[in-house]
């Protein structure tokens, strides 16, 4: 069936670090992929989405669906202490369990 | 504001009370997803509503937990009789007919405490 696996947190970074998010996926459906950033006492956002295999960007961040591996990482060159938050890797598809079934979530720390 | 709206921010109920928890969506889209969020965990999905119908319950409590949206007003999450473990923020989220393309947005959530 229709899954998502992201990398297991939480994930500590220093500032200006570089960040990979993984992102795997199983899906029985043309792609529809997503990444929402919750932060701490807020509601889930949409950070960028894409679809096959178009490249993305939102506010530094990037994400590239690869049809060969089922991948969709989140990536950004250089973090800031404003980025700590929970990514979730979301998923696009038909049928039950409403239209976008969500990863676990990963929750990045960035220290100064 | 044009957004999710959900109501009330904040909810305390005592055990065994009721808990209402309203949710509108955003104009133009017509379905509408509850979830629940327990404290350091992730979404988790409840139910997933159109118009006057359930499309998938898979993730409701089978007892005390009721969803509705009817053809006018809110989407109404219904827990009976609350208990400690219901404790939890509750996201309802709601997307166009292409959800599936367009990907959901959030209402900023009921933080449910249970004294």
């Known amino acids: 069936g229709d899954s998502v696996t992201q990398t297991e947190g939480p994930v500590t970074l220093p500032e200006r670090a570089a960040l990979t998010l993984n992102c795997t996926y199983q899906s029985s459906y043309s792609t529809f992929l997503f990444w929402y950033v919750q932060y701490l006492n807020k509601e889930p956002e949409l950070l960028l989405k894409?679809?096959?295999?178009q490249e993305t960007d939102s506010r530094g961040f990037q994400a590239s669906p690869i049809k060969s591996d089922s991948s969709f990482h989140l990536e950004k060159p250089s973090v800031q202490l404003s980025d700590s938050a929970v990514y979730y890797c979301a998923l696009g598809i038909g049928g039950s369990q409403g239209n976008l079934i969500f990863g676990k979530g990963t929750k990045l720390s960035v220290k100064p | 504001n044009a957004g999710v709206m959900q109501n009330p921010r904040h909810l305390v109920r005592r055990r065994g009370q009721e808990a209402r928890l309203r949710c509108s969506p955003m104009?133009?889209?017509?379905?509408v997803y509850w979830y629940r969020q327990l404290p350091e965990e992730g979404l988790k999905f409840m139910v997933y509503l159109q118009k006057e119908n359930i499309i998938d319950e898979s993730g409701m409590p089978k007892e005390r937990f009721s969803a509705e949206f009817p053809k006018e007003g809110p989407s109404i999450l219904r827990i009976q009789q609350v208990v400690r473990g219901d404790s939890a923020a509750y996201f309802c989220?709601?997307?166009?007919?292409?959800?599936?393309?367009?990907?959901?947005?959030f209402g900023s959530g009921t933080r449910l405490t249970v004294v």
């Open positions: 104009k133009g889209h017509s379905h």
């Open positions: 894409s679809s096959e295999n």
């Open positions: 989220a709601s997307s166009p007919e292409t959800g599936r393309s367009y990907g959901y947005t």
